[in-house]
């Protein structure tokens, strides 16, 4: 165990905090084996995000050949990211995933500063958007207004953080469910487009290039893809309730990206086999279309389930994952003390399962979410780059290749933060604001915890 001083506000420093010693319950139960966690990688990438982000990519890369490309270089780079935090996990499996990471490798203030982002919008962000998407979708069913869209998607915010509450085997079991579920449906959609696709895929014009995409523009498409695949890395939280998480957490992830790239190059090739690259650019709703497209109106009630199914499994293991990042912050003393209480029957981080709903449901019902989740996507990248340039540095003991792999998705990251944040600029400027706000809440938590006067966060 590392020594750390009372107050240090320095970025770099490889040390270990002590854990306050608090008076409730700190322990979660070990519960989740490969199948659960498989699903959980697998549930939560596959989203809402897969039947609206192929236009995006479509319209900056206008062909469908490309596009598909752009699909396995996300799905590679995604794997790239996996493999480090997998290796990451072997050495580190603990509750947290990488706010452990960071922590361990640099300082508490970097790894602070991903728990403080997560919080405020990335992660309440996500949960928030999919909650919306959901209960867009289920007004197809039930038609609902403005308000009644946002009260059925606290009212999801609110079911799924219960489910949870009530242990993380519940859970799991659910999370295996909806996931194949999803998984099932979007191999039934793939099969039906290829099926019965023939006269929609004959009745296509010739198409060709509207205009050659730039390098910016293609590394733009690979970003909108990754956000696409956003999210593999979150099992990672959950490495202090996972069975053998050392070898569950490394062998889920990689399973998990795999199985994802998979459905997303078949679905996408779908897309493609029945509407041409400009209406697949131009399309709101390109899974319910190229469905009607193929299958007639009446498919658009099935797409409609399965985006339900598909935002449900998302964010019953966003929620689940969330949490035991501000469980471990509380742990190490670096948010207050009561996110890390622990339900003494249902062994689950109850406390701060109910902060991040009551967060959500904020982002939810204020119409903000896009909004902050704009401003922190490319920041995600940033730090995601900092695990793997840690493994390069040799801040973990690691074979080369490794290393080799960690160097080659740093440098990605990077690139891809600097393009996005270059093609938003005022976005930038909001994003990297927020995590400066971060820091300097950080050096004041730090120097109220120093001052034995202050009072205690409990």
């Not at 070990?30 to 982000?53: D, E, K, N, P, Y």
């Not at 998480?245 to 997303?264: D, M, S």
């Not at 003494?344 to 896009?370: F, G, H």
């Not at 040799?394 to 290393?403: E, F, I, L, W």
Request: proline share 5%; aromatic share 10%; hydrophobic share 55%.
């Amino acid at each position: 165990m590392y020594y750390e001083p009372p107050f240090n506000i320095s970025l770099f420093t490889f040390q270990i905090t002590h854990s306050p010693d608090y008076t409730f319950p700190m322990v979660l139960r070990r519960s989740l084996g490969l199948r659960h966690a498989t699903a959980m990688v697998v549930g939560i990438i596959i989203g809402s995000s897969i039947f609206a982000q192929p236009s995006e990519i479509t319209r900056l890369v206008p062909q469908s050949r490309l596009a598909m490309l752009v699909w396995l270089a996300a799905g590679l780079l995604t794997l790239c990211g996996a493999l480090v935090c997998a290796e990451l996990s072997r050495v580190f499996p603990e509750t947290g995933g990488v706010y452990v990471f960071l922590h361990r490798m640099f300082s508490p203030a970097i790894a602070f500063l991903w728990g403080w982002a997560m919080f405020w919008s990335m992660h309440s962000g996500i949960i928030a958007a999919i909650a919306v998407i959901l209960a867009r979708y289920a007004s197809f069913f039930v038609p609902l207004p403005a308000w009644g869209v946002r009260a059925v998607a606290v009212l999801a915010v609110a079911l799924l953080s219960w489910v949870n509450y009530l242990g993380v085997r519940p859970a799991g079991a659910v999370q295996v469910a909806l996931t194949s579920a999803k998984v099932l449906a979007i191999a039934a959609l793939v099969l039906l487009l290829f099926l019965f696709g023939g006269p929609a895929h004959s009745a296509m014009p010739p198409t060709g290039l509207t205009h050659a995409p730039s390098l910016s523009e293609i590394g733009l498409a690979i970003a909108a893809g990754l956000f696409a695949f956003g999210g593999w890395h979150m099992v990672t939280y959950s490495a202090g309730e996972t069975i053998a998480p050392e070898h569950t957490v490394p062998q889920a992830l990689v399973a998990g990206a795999i199985i994802v790239t998979a459905c997303y190059v078949l679905l996408n090739a779908g897309y493609a086999y029945v509407l041409p690259a400009g209406d697949i650019a131009q399309s709101t709703r390109v899974a319910a279309e190229a469905a009607e497209r193929a299958l007639g109106t009446r498919a658009a009630a099935a797409i409609s389930a399965l985006v339900i199914i598909s935002a449900l499994g998302s964010l019953n293991g966003i929620i689940l994952a969330g949490p035991r990042v501000y469980f471990a912050m509380a742990r190490d003393g670096l948010a207050f003390g009561r996110l890390a209480a622990v339900h003494s029957r249902r062994q689950t981080p109850y406390v701060a399962i109910a902060a991040q709903a009551v967060m959500a449901s904020i982002l939810v019902l204020t119409n903000s979410y896009r909004q902050l989740f704009t401003r922190v996507v490319y920041t995600e990248w940033i730090f995601f780059g900092l695990l793997a340039a840690g493994l390069v540095a040799g801040r973990v003991r690691t074979s080369a290749p490794a290393r080799l792999v960690a160097g080659i998705f740093a440098l990605a990251a990077f690139a891809i933060a600097a393009n996005q944040a270059a093609a938003d600029r005022q976005g930038a400027t909001w994003g990297l604001g927020l995590v400066l706000l971060g820091l300097a809440v950080y050096i004041l938590w730090r120097q109220r915890r120093a001052n034995p006067s202050s009072h205690q966060m409990r």
